[in-house]
Structures are given as C-alpha cells and as structure tokens.
C-alpha cells in the first residue's frame, strides 16, 4: 500500500521495530521511518501493538494511520488518531474464538468517526466484507496489493542493492 502513495507523491512515514540492520537505511524523500522499541517478554500479539501505543502516547503524528492488525483499532477508536485498517484477509485473529468477537465488535467499532476505512488488498475480499456488513457501510473499498512492474525493470544486483539501502554486510542478520 505504501507503494501505491509513493507513486502518488504522498508521503509515507514507516513505524517499524527498532532493528540494528535498519538503523542506517537510507530512502528517498517521499519515505521516512520511525523506530519504536519493543519489549520482547510480551506475546508476540500484544508486544507490537503495546510498542505502537507507546510511540503514539509520546510521539504527534500527523496524517491518517494504517494499520494491520486489528487489536490496534480498539485503542485506536478511543484516540484522536484517524485510522484505516488494511484487511489482508478475512481473519482478524489466528484463534477463531477471537476472530469471532473481534467480528462482532467490528461492526460497532467501523461505526466509530476515527475508522475512516476497512481497506481491502483485493476486490474479493472486498466483497467479503461488504457481505458481512450487509453493505451497510460505505467504509469499505479496495486497492490490489499488487507490485509496480516498473520496479523490476531493470536488474539490481544484491550487494548493489545493500550498498544503496545503506546496509553493512556484515551487520545484517540472516
């Protein structure tokens, strides 16, 4: 999806778990990256979004947020912060207990003046979820998670590319 803005002269501002290998990667003007710091003693499904609540309660940041994972809306609802979640598929949780009240409270939560959009990578999925709110919402549409085919053009070479992203060899982990 970040593509597709950046194509757009948009600009994009990545959230990303602070990581030694990115730390000097270097982008072009129209992205910028954020580090947060995460605690590795939670549950890989609260650790994350406990970081990014962390960042945002510390850190202003201007412009409409996307978001992946579905815990984040319900904190997201309650802030001032304007969001949209990207849909990748129709489970919002692994566990399908959780999927299933995750579902029943999404269709209060879309109601929410802060969740701008359900945004879907495929019209498909698109179609799943317009069926589940029984089109009673207007705040779902799509855009295919596609590559840009001018991005494979021409051929970079993997070290070329480290050097261009600024990456160490030796530093980046496998």
Known sequence: ???AFIENDILVTLMLPKSECLSDIKLDNKIKLKFYRVNNRLPSF?????AILKYLKNNSLEGVIFIRHFTLVFPL???KYKFIYE???NK???WKFIDILFKFHLKRLI??????LLFSISGELNKYWNKFFKNSTKKT??????ISAQMFETFLEKD???LRLGINKTTRKR
């Open 141 to 146: 549409d799509f855009y295919h998670d596609g």
């Open 87 to 89: 849909s990748h598929n």
């Open 1 to 3: 999806m970040c593509n």
């Open 160 to 162: 070329a590319a480290l």
């Open 111 to 116: 109601k929410n003046d802060n969740f701008l």
């Open 92 to 94: 919002l949780f692994s």
């Open 46 to 50: 609260l650790k994350y979004n406990i």
């Open 77 to 79: 609802s309650k802030f």
